[in-house]
DNA sequence: CTGAAAGCGCTTACAG
DNA sequence: CTGAAAGCGCTTACAG
């Protein structure tokens, strides 16, 4: 666009100066580009002279020069970007998931997050664009099934808390199931016999399986959960407290004793809504979630959570998708992290 | 890699097939790549027959090609990817904005955000990197000047969020500073006379306006705001409730009558931690916060908040930077999207 | 209306 | 150790 005679300008302008390239870097240092691209890709070792390697050093750093991405990717067939899919980004969890991935990719990986609005998936259409962009790897927070069908991804695909989904892909998952029976456990031995369930309302493959473990373990110890007390509203405070507040009356009735939810934020939301009635927690109404969330430590009384270690999720996933990227086996295709029942003053009556 | 002639493999299989390339659509058409790259990309009113443009839309749909947004990239300077670089993501106010930049942005481009740990921002070398990518724009949310000093980005970028920071940029912000003073002056005019401010811990600029203008509106209005009663704590429930347990009892001999918070999340915490105190509210204390947050409508008290447009701002801002990629000059260069008001029963004595 | 060709910036065998 | 050259997949003047 610009004509080609007029006067280069090095480095005189900060502001948006010409696109660095390679090209200027070799001639700057006086090599040529294959020199160039060595050097500013570390891979010059037992391939480049040290007076050539300091050369091109001083050049780009001269120059201020950074490989340009999309050239690099067409060259190499991939780009070095990560995108992580979700679903649910506004999630104080999530926020810990993506800190545990960004640690496990570290400088190597660039990551970039596709999201769309809560709950949904892109579409088979924005899909193929964001492939289209030849990332590195994939990472797919709790997909549903219709999503990977269509997904089809042609690279490493990493699936994080994907229970019973997407079985031929490799996944890191949470022992939620074993988190639900720890919490069923508990309320028997704290002598509940009658508890409302809540439950989320999204058909993530995790709360039906949070659901199951926790009735089928209550079940065996004895502990009934009436029809009429299992609920789900979305994950919303505000949600989960009209819902307690519609519902107590009956409940109470009905000899409920405690609450178990799907998600801590549930759990606030009965925690508040048991407040506004009075209720003292956990004398006459215990109450638990899953997440172990911050705030699970500092609500009043502190909540009883299973704990889903988040960091551990999305480094764990990170890091078998490093694997994949790098053309190594994975010793185990589908991990299983531990969770761990924490027990606080919501529930414990002694 | 594969030798080349291993026979061609059209589409027999659905899983990870040779990647389609415009080559193999011309081939398949007929035509040129040319012609392929012009209706592929929608370019080809008056400038392929009819009798190609069918052709080769049939050879896209047959063989299941997309653009290849890398090569595409390098062709023309620039992807179509719009990144927005954001500091804080586990916010439900965060969440609408991106909301908001979607719906602004469509199929035209492909939305990806740049996330580090709460309240980080990207390190130079990384935001470099980012810019590799050549991406089509930058929406950069709540930014502080260093980041943006050490930008200097060549395309076009906009700034959401950000009063008082990068003045030469492009922005859209809110009048936080209206909805400040309205509600110094609503809880003038609901008789208090001595309040307390919980402000955020982090120098995000938006916080320090809302502070100072609060403040000087109070003090206008003959409201005390006494040094001992300005607190600040991460934007957490249970840092702002800690802070209100331990403060309490001083500010209450103090003769403080109403707590104002820099958002809505540490309202949240007095709410609760008042609760258990055993405060009537409003009688005993009055609340209110920014953001109004969609569980402030059914906080129990419903919560007085100042209302800030997330949606508007994302697709405000979004907007804008389309207008910039796509050349046009800006009407105006910094927009600010009105606030308001929305008194609940937290503040609502009457 | 159409296609051959140059070029975007890089990487990587390959020959020396 | 080094560089010339091919090639990644596309877009876009350009000539016809």
């Known amino acids: 666009m610009e004509s080609a005679d007029a006067p280069a300008t090095p480095h005189a302008r900060a502001v948006a100066p010409r696109r660095v390239t390679a090209a200027m870097v070799a001639e700057h240092a006086g090599v040529s580009t294959a020199t160039v691209s ?26 201020g020069y950074v490989v340009d991405g999309i050239g690099s990717s067409l060259s190499r067939g991939v780009s070095s970007t990560v995108i992580l899919v979700a679903p649910d980004i506004s999630n104080p969890f999530f926020a810990r998931v993506i800190a545990g991935v960004r640690a496990a990719l570290g400088n190597d990986y660039q990551l970039l997050l596709s999201v769309t609005d809560a709950g949904q998936f892109p579409s088979a259409a924005e899909t193929r664009r964001l492939l289209s962009l030849r990332p590195a790897g994939l990472l797919v927070d709790a997909p549903d099934e ?28 949470m022992d939620v199931e074993g988190g639900a029976r720890d919490l069923a456990a508990h309320l028997a031995a704290q002598g509940h016999r009658r508890i409302a369930y809540v439950d989320g309302i999204t058909g993530t493959a995790t709360f039906a399986l949070r659901r199951e473990a926790f009735l089928d373990e209550a079940a065996a110890r004895g502990i009934e959960v009436p029809p009429a007390a299992r609920v789900a509203t979305t994950i919303d405070v505000g949600a989960a407290a009209a819902e307690f507040a519609a519902s107590w009356a009956a409940w109470r009735r009905d000899g409920i004793t405690a609450v178990a939810c799907a998600t801590d934020t549930h759990a606030y939301g009965i925690l508040q809504e048991a407040r506004v009635k009075g209720l003292s927690i956990p004398c006459e109404l215990a109450v638990a979630g899953f997440d172990d969330l911050p705030y699970s430590q500092t609500s009043n009384p502190a909540l009883t959570s299973v704990r889903l270690p988040a960091d551990d999720l999305g480094r764990r996933a990170a890091e078998q998708l490093r694997r994949l990227i790098e053309g190594q086996a994975l010793e185990e295709a589908r991990l299983t992290l531990q969770t761990s029942l924490v027990v606080r003053a919501s529930t ?3």
């Open 38 to 63: 060595l050097v500013a890709n570390g891979k010059s070792a037992g391939r480049v002279s040290a007076a050539n390697e300091e050369r091109v050093r001083a050049a780009i750093r001269e120059l």
């Open 146 to 173: 219709t999503f990977l069908e269509e997904l089809s991804a042609p690279g490493p695909v990493v699936l994080l808390d994907a229970p019973g989904v997407g079985d031929r892909l490799p996944a890191v998952n």
């Open 348 to 350: 414990r009556r002694r």
